[in-house]
């Protein structure tokens, strides 16, 4: 009982600094509204608005069809322009994309010849390139193949294949944005928050007058775990209820409740990873650098990162771990955020119950527990030292 009244009361000290300290409040506030808002509402990596230019040497009806087929949301409305121009307006940077359609384009492609569109792309623009020349090569064969059906008798395929979207039926990248950026806030603050209120009471000199207490390091560190944890778990809460699902309209199809045992656990390993860091740093910047050789690729390897979700998504996300080597693979499972990122998948997109998400259940507590043992370790030798 001393030891719960000893972890609360310090707990208590813990928040009491952390709303005191203005900057870490504001990145917690930011990390939680703005960022997810404007992350999941404007992901670089998806196609929008994309300025086009057309070349029209033709005249024709078809080409006519292929100018009007590229309308916004994907493009801008096309601008004519003749091909003395074109290079112009692409070293400008006016275009992203430009096609040249040669005369007598129609006449070729109904007398049975296979022309040529020439198709200009600005590849400084490297997400959009990639992703708008797909939809660009697409949108042209669809129409050129509907101009030839309504002038000859083609049959029919045999087969017709019907897709149906589950579990996001508008293909909406808010819906997967906005969820994976509540992952990777959580993850990033918990880290963030536990090596900073350690480090902080070593530069400000209070962690002498903790010595002193009758506290052992495990109140001390569990303490500073529990406080962070709390705030980050009501600050999830509050982004999920009130910015994901109020805001942005993002249905939740599974069970929160199950959803937030696996954010226990989660912040239960990553708190630990913060105090870990928070030890081996012996300032500030030297802990904001710890955390970019950590967690960003942490983040990136196990699928929570921004660029690999987004090309997952419509094309892809930053890597799937199912593309990664088999050694990377491996390593990845000692970290925390595979198994949640999964786990969050599968309860928040899929709708899943225990009976599906228990080993990543299993796999975080037992994460959880060697991170915060071997964090235990060296926070008393820390302090060891210290003394």
């Known amino acids: ?3 719960a009244r000893n972890i609360l009361y310090l707990g208590f000290k813990e928040l009491h600094s952390l709303v005191r300290d203005p900057v870490l409040m504001a990145l917690i506030v930011f990390a939680l509204t703005v960022n997810i808002y404007t992350a999941a509402t404007a992901m670089p990596e998806t196609l929008h608005k994309a300025p086009i230019a057309i070349v029209d040497e033709d005249q024709s ?3 006519s069809r292929i100018r009007d087929a590229f309308y916004p949301p994907y493009f801008l409305p096309p601008v004519s322009i003749t091909a003395t121009e074109m290079d112009a307006r692409m070293d400008a940077g006016l275009d992203t994309f430009a096609l040249h359609i040669p005369s007598g384009f129609e006449r070729d492609v109904l007398a049975g010849r296979t022309p040529r569109i020439q198709h200009n792309v600005d590849a400084t623009r490297m997400s959009q ?3 708008g020349s797909t939809y660009i090569q697409a949108i042209v064969s669809e129409e050129v193949n509907e101009f030839m059906h309504d002038r000859r008798d083609d049959t029919q395929p045999p087969v017709e294949l019907v897709f149906r979207a589950e579990f996001n039926p508008e293909l909406n990248k ?3 944005g ?10 990033m603050l918990s880290i963030v928050l536990t090596g900073a209120a350690l480090i902080r009471e070593r530069e400000h000199g209070t962690v002498e007058h903790v010595l002193v207490m009758p506290v052992t390091p495990f109140e001390i560190m569990a303490s500073k775990a529990l406080a962070m944890g709390f705030v980050v778990l009501a600050g999830s809460a509050l982004s999920l209820h009130l910015v994901v699902r109020g805001l942005l309209a993002v249905p939740i199809e599974g069970s929160l409740a199950l ?4 954010v226990c656990l989660h912040l239960f390993a990553t708190t630990s ?3 870990f860091l928070a030890t081996v740093a012996r300032s500030m910047p030297q802990f904001g650098l710890l955390m970019f050789m950590v967690l960003l690729p942490m983040q990136i390897l ?9 090309q997952s998504l419509s094309a892809g996300g930053l890597k799937q771990r199912e593309g990664l080597t088999s050694i990377v693979d491996i390593v990845m499972q000692a970290a925390p955020t595979t198994h949640f990122v999964e786990y969050a998948q599968a309860i928040l997109f899929r709708g899943a119950g225990l009976d599906v998400v228990w080993p990543q259940l299993a796999s975080l507590a037992l994460i959880g527990t060697s991170l915060f043992v071997l964090s235990l370790a060296r926070f008393r030798k820390t302090l060891a030292t210290m003394a």
């Open 1 to 3: 009982m001393r030891a």
């Open 61 to 63: 009806a078809l080409s």
């Open 129 to 131: 390139a990639f992703i």
């Open 174 to 176: 808010i819906w997967f």
């Open 178 to 187: 906005s969820i994976m950026e509540v992952i990777t806030a959580i993850t």
């Open 259 to 262: 959803f937030f045992v696996g």
């Open 273 to 275: 990873m913060g105090i």
């Open 302 to 310: 196990s699928g929570a990162g921004g660029l690999i979700r987004a």
